[in-house]
C-alpha cells in the first residue's frame, strides 16, 4: 500500500474549502489535463455521503472509468471516499478540513495499492505516487486559488 500526504494552507473558512473540495464542477476543470469528466451517479455540484461518481478520464495514455462512494462525512470537517471499481487494488481519499485563524488547513490522506503484485509495487515506486501527487497538487490548487477569490 502507498500513502500520499498532502497538506495546502487556504486563506478562506472552513465551510468554502469543505465545500469546493466535495464540487464535482470544480473538480471536473481542476482535472482538464486528462479530459476528466463525471459520467455517472452525481455529475453536478456537492457530492454527499453515501453517493457515488464514476469517473472517465485518460491516463498515462488510456481511457479508464473509476467509480468512488462518500463513505463518511463531518460537515465541515472531513470526508472519505473509496474506489468501488477503478484500476487500483485498493483506493481510499481522507480529506480533511481544520480551521485555523483566518486560514483553513486542508489535509489530503491518499492510500492507494496497485494491481499486478511485484510488478505494481514497483510501478507504484519509480512513477505512479509522483503522477497522483501531481495530480492531486494541482486539483488542490485550483481549489485554494478559488476559494481565496471568494
Known sequence: MSEIYLKTIIKADIQTVFDLARDIDLHQKSTFKTGE????????????LNETVTWRAKHLGFYQTYTSKIVNMEKPYQFTDIMLKGTFKSLQHQHIFKQDGENTIMTDIFDFESPFGVIGKLFNTFFLKNYLKSFLSERNELIKKTAEKQ
Not at 455517472?40 to 456537492?46: E, N
Open 37 to 48: 469528466k463525471a459520467i455517472a451517479g452525481r455529475m453536478k455540484g456537492l457530492i454527499e
